[in-house]
């Protein structure tokens, strides 16, 4: 498994922009595909982005597609999730998770973060 820390979250506008780092450590980190989830109080965990460990394979949720872009750099083993035209509804907890399987449900997941609070005023 690996360990997770995002950082990056905080209080916007609607219409701005925030980017999200996830820093990555341990045993062949590189070698995970990555994701972001949120998740607000009382509702399931929503899958947001994901990115393969080649970094070539990207998917997004339709929710964000257009608006949030993920990327991973290799050398500081950190992923991020660059989030553009923010709207109240991106407003959640944020988490960053790895695994070594391909698919976007979270129980393909096995190593998460502690979440980064994401808040939109409108």
């Known amino acids: 498994q690996v360990q997770l820390v995002e950082s990056g979250g905080g209080l916007v506008q609607a219409g701005g922009s925030l980017r999200l780092s996830c820093a990555a450590s341990g045993r062949a980190v590189s070698m995970y595909n990555m994701a972001w989830f949120r998740q607000v109080p009382g509702k399931e965990r929503e899958f947001v982005a994901t990115?393969?460990?080649?970094?070539?394979?990207?998917s997004y949720a339709d929710s964000t597609k257009g608006r949030f872009t993920i990327s991973r750099d290799g050398a500081k083993n950190t992923v991020y999730l660059q989030m553009n035209s923010l709207k109240p509804e991106d407003t959640a907890v944020y988490y960053c998770?790895?695994?070594?399987?391909?698919?976007?449900?979270?129980?393909?997941?096995?190593?998460w973060g502690q979440g980064t609070q994401v808040t939109v005023s409108s």
């Open positions: 998770a790895a695994t070594t399987r391909r698919g976007t449900l979270p129980d393909l997941f096995s190593s």
């Open positions: 990115i393969d460990w080649t970094g070539t394979s990207i």
